[in-house]
């Protein structure tokens, strides 16, 4: 069964540092989405993007992030000077057949900022 | 009010027993509607889409009430396997945005 891939799956970085997760999706999805989780918190909703252009971002997707799809396979979330509170758990997602349909989750990254 | 907002939990139950989960959101004018599933430290797991006329899987049953703004899940003959976090899910403007909001989940423990 095709599955969402993310790497690293482990990220620890310094405070002020970039960062980029890798992720690829589903290979006939066209939609992707990035999400978090703060521990002990819910999953809240990033960014989505379709045909090279973000559909949707929310408040937390401030000029900090940056999200692309540099080749055919990989989308990738960029965070420029990660912060404390940018640690969390990053969730790639991807879906078929629209930006309102079911969305398949790769298993994360652990971003850790010290 | 809450986007989404779930039973806090935790359901405790035996292997065999029903458990059904609540769920209220507060746009009306949501467009779509999940069940998640989500095992500890891990990435959430689609268990079923909800549709208006309710919806069937195995064990699993949802349904959805637009005009409570209410979503359920059933889940008969819990098993073991059935031990997660359920994942009340919404979207909100269809496919407009694809913008997820999640509930907080409830953690359901099946034992023996």
């Known amino acids: 069964e095709p599955e969402v891939t993310q790497t690293p799956s482990h990220q620890v970085t310094q405070m002020g540092q970039e960062v980029i997760l890798r992720c690829v999706p589903i290979s006939n999805h066209l939609y992707f989405y990035w999400y978090r989780q703060i521990l002990g918190q819910k999953v809240e909703f990033l960014v989505s993007?379709?045909?090279?252009?973000?559909?949707?971002k929310s408040e937390i997707f401030d000029d900090q992030f940056s999200v692309e799809r540099p080749d055919g396979s990989n989308f990738t979330l960029k965070i420029r000077s990660t912060k404390l509170e940018d640690s969390a758990m990053y969730f790639c997602?991807?879906?078929?057949?629209?930006?309102?349909?079911?969305?398949?989750f790769g298993p994360g990254t652990r971003l850790t900022v010290t | 009010r809450k986007e989404v907002e779930q039973d806090p939990g935790p359901f405790n139950v035996p292997e065999g027993a029903t458990v059904a989960f609540n769920c209220t959101y507060s746009n009306s004018a949501s467009q779509s509607f999940f069940w998640y599933r989500q095992d500890c430290r891990k990435e959430p797991k689609l268990l079923m889409s909800?549709?208006?006329s309710g919806n069937e899987d195995g064990r699993f049953t949802a349904q959805l009430n637009r005009a409570s703004q209410y979503i359920s899940l059933l889940i008969r003959d819990s098993k073991l396997s059935d031990s997660a976090t359920y994942l009340c899910?919404?979207?909100?403007?269809?496919?407009?945005?694809?913008?997820?909001?999640f509930g907080q989940g409830t953690e359901l423990s099946v034992k023996p």
């Open positions: 899910v919404v979207n909100p403007l269809g496919n407009q945005g694809g913008k997820l909001i």
């Open positions: 993007f379709y045909n090279n252009e973000i559909s949707e």
């Open positions: 909800v549709y208006s």
């Open positions: 997602a991807s879906s078929q057949t629209g930006l309102g349909y079911e969305q398949y």
